[in-house]
């Protein structure tokens, strides 16, 4: 059963950081591409940032210079470094999984996790 756990989650003022974690079970986990996306009331979800299983990051604009994506292949473990984070970066964070050696597309990720929420706000 493969399973995607996020955390790390959680409220936090203007400029402030957070990180997330998501530990995975059940897939081979450094042979997946990963991804964080996000969900904002009555938006779509959205990609934030990637990583190939080779370890090579992509950002979404809005995050650029301020989200750092990494993994630990070691500890079956993605994570989501969040700095200098703004209101707008409020919203359900998940993690993905994909077979594909890149995936950029909602539905080329095979396996999600729960979310874990994060707020930024005064």
């Known amino acids: 059963q493969v399973q995607l756990v996020e955390s790390g989650g959680g409220l936090v003022q203007p400029g402030g950081s957070l990180r997330l974690s998501c530990t995975s079970s059940?897939?081979?986990?450094?042979?997946?591409?990963l991804g964080w996306y996000r969900q904002a009331p009555g938006k779509q979800r959205e990609l934030v940032a990637r990583i190939t299983s080779g370890g090579r990051p992509n950002y979404a604009d809005s995050v650029k210079g301020r989200f750092t994506i990494s993994r630990d292949n070691a500890k079956s473990t993605l994570f989501l470094q969040m700095n200098s984070l703004k209101p707008e970066d409020t919203a359900v964070y998940y993690c993905?999984?994909?077979?594909?050696?890149?995936?950029?597309?909602?539905?080329?990720?095979?396996?999600w996790g729960q979310g874990t929420q994060v707020t930024v706000s005064s």
């Open positions: 993905a999984g994909s077979s594909r050696f890149i995936a950029t597309r909602l539905y080329e990720y095979d396996y």
């Open positions: 059940g897939i081979i986990f450094e042979i997946y591409s």
